[in-house]
C-alpha cells in the first residue's frame, strides 16, 4: 500500500477510496531437519487484488462488490486476471480475513493451502 494509504488507514481506521491492496500467495515445502519440521515460501502462485470502491462504481459489474474490485491473476499467466465473480471466486477465501462492512483487515481462521488457489 502507498504510504499516503497508509498513513489515511492509520488515522480514519478504514481505506481511502481508490487503496489497492495486493496480496502475493507463496507455495510452500517442508523437510525434516536437524531442527525439526521446517517449512518454507516456494514460488509465488497468485496475485490476489483488492481496490477500495466506497462509491459503488460498478454495481453491475460481478467483479465489483461489497465495497472492493476483486481480481486474481495466477503466476502462469500473470497478464490475465482470472476471476469471473467475486462472490464465487474470492469471498470463500477473503471474507475470513477481511470485514467488508467496515473495510478493514481481519483476522482469520487458518485456511487451508488447496481451499484458496
Given at each position: 500500500?502507498?504510504?499516503?494509504?497508509?498513513?489515511?488507514?492509520?488515522?480514519?481506521?478504514?481505506?481511502?477510496d481508490?487503496?489497492?491492496?495486493?496480496?502475493?500467495?507463496?507455495?510452500?515445502?517442508?523437510?525434516?531437519?536437524?531442527?525439526?519440521?521446517?517449512?518454507w515460501?516456494?514460488?509465488?502462485?497468485?496475485?490476489?487484488?483488492?481496490?477500495?470502491?466506497?462509491?459503488?462504481?460498478?454495481?453491475?459489474?460481478?467483479?465489483?462488490?461489497?465495497?472492493?474490485?476483486?481480481?486474481?491473476?495466477?503466476?502462469?499467466?500473470?497478464?490475465?486476471?482470472?476471476?469471473?465473480?467475486?462472490?464465487?471466486?474470492?469471498?470463500?477465501?477473503?471474507?475470513?480475513?477481511?470485514?467488508?462492512?467496515?473495510?478493514?483487515?481481519?483476522?482469520?481462521?487458518?485456511?487451508?493451502?488447496?481451499?484458496?488457489?
Amino acid at each position: 500500500m502507498h504510504r499516503r494509504g497508509a498513513d489515511y488507514y492509520r488515522r480514519n481506521k478504514k481505506f481511502a477510496d481508490g487503496t489497492v491492496l495486493v496480496k502475493e500467495v507463496f507455495g510452500t515445502d517442508h523437510a525434516q531437519m536437524t531442527t525439526g519440521d521446517a517449512h518454507w515460501a516456494k514460488d509465488t502462485k497468485v496475485w490476489f487484488v483488492l481496490i477500495k470502491d466506497s462509491k459503488g462504481r460498478y454495481p453491475n459489474n460481478p467483479l465489483w462488490g461489497d465495497g472492493w474490485g476483486w481480481a486474481l491473476f495466477k503466476s502462469d499467466a500473470p497478464d490475465k486476471q482470472v476471476a469471473t465473480d467475486y462472490k464465487k471466486d474470492c469471498l470463500g477465501c477473503e471474507s475470513r480475513r477481511l470485514d467488508l462492512r467496515k473495510g478493514l483487515p481481519g483476522t482469520s481462521q487458518q485456511v487451508r493451502r488447496d481451499e484458496c488457489r
